[in-house]
């Protein structure tokens, strides 16, 4: 079946860093990309999307950027809060399937 | 907007017993999917259903378990004769179209099997 492999699988930052997480995607028919964010306990959280017809989109500290020669997509966060503390999931699939996730990258922001 | 609810929020079976997870998506939204989380793992695909139809269940176990999404009411996720191996996080998500497009997530329902 569909896949994705995401990387890191925990990364740990300082206050004001930038982080940087990876996913490669099997589908090539895939045109819908999100990213989820997770607090402990919580329900995951839809923060940015972006569609096959666009190579990066962004929102405040959050970017996404999308390589489909290359069937990868990368969540770029800047100038790191403690907040930013979570879980983070990529996804992907294309129109009438379910969302495949990753396995997820925990992130710690230390003060 | 109440969002997806999902109940219960936390429900404890004894080996052999029947498990029913209850979902009902946002207003407006008629695709539900259905996800299992383990610890420390990401959201495995279970079950994919519009209103009275099953679009997708490839990631379905083939035994004990099953889903509906009935015209009236909920959609239920049902698992017969519990194992231990059953516990984890179930969430449900629904959105309001069967093109691409973000989810709403629910609480989830944390099942856990004594």
């Known amino acids: 079946g569909e896949n994705v492999e995401q990387h890191p699988s925990t990364l740990s930052v300082q206050e004001g860093d930038s982080a940087v997480i990876k996913c490669t995607y099997s589908?090539?028919?895939?045109?819908?990309f999100p990213w989820y964010k997770q607090e402990l306990g919580k329900r995951p959280q839809l923060i940015i999307d972006?569609?096959?017809?666009?190579g990066e989109k962004k929102d405040q500290r959050i970017a996404v950027t999308l390589n489909k020669t290359a069937k990868h997509f990368s969540l770029h966060i800047t100038e790191t809060q403690p907040e930013d503390s979570a879980v983070y999931f990529c996804?992907?699939?294309?129109?009438?399937?379910?969302?495949?996730f990753g396995k997820g990258t925990t992130l710690s922001v230390s003060s | 907007n109440a969002g997806v609810m999902q109940n219960p929020r936390h429900l404890v079976r004894r080996r052999g017993q029947e498990a029913r997870l209850r979902c009902s998506p946002m207003?407006?939204?008629?695709?539900v999917y259905w996800y299992r989380q383990l610890p420390e793992e990401g959201l495995k695909f279970m079950v994919y259903?519009?209103?009275?139809?099953?679009?997708?269940e490839s990631g379905m176990p083939k035994e004990r378990f099953s889903a509906e999404f009935p015209k009236e009411g909920p959609s239920i996720l049902r698992i017969q004769q519990v194992v231990r191996g059953d516990s984890a996080a179930y969430f449900c998500?629904?959105?309001?179209?069967?093109?691409?497009?973000?989810?709403?997530f629910g609480s989830g329902t944390r099942l856990t099997v004594v």
């Open positions: 996804a992907f699939n294309q129109a009438g399937t379910a969302l495949i």
């Open positions: 998500a629904s959105s309001p179209r069967d093109r691409t497009g973000g989810y709403t």
């Open positions: 207003k407006g939204h008629s695709h």
């Open positions: 972006i569609r096959s017809n666009v």
């Open positions: 589908d090539s028919a895939s045109n819908y």
């Open positions: 259903l519009q209103k009275e139809n099953i679009i997708d």
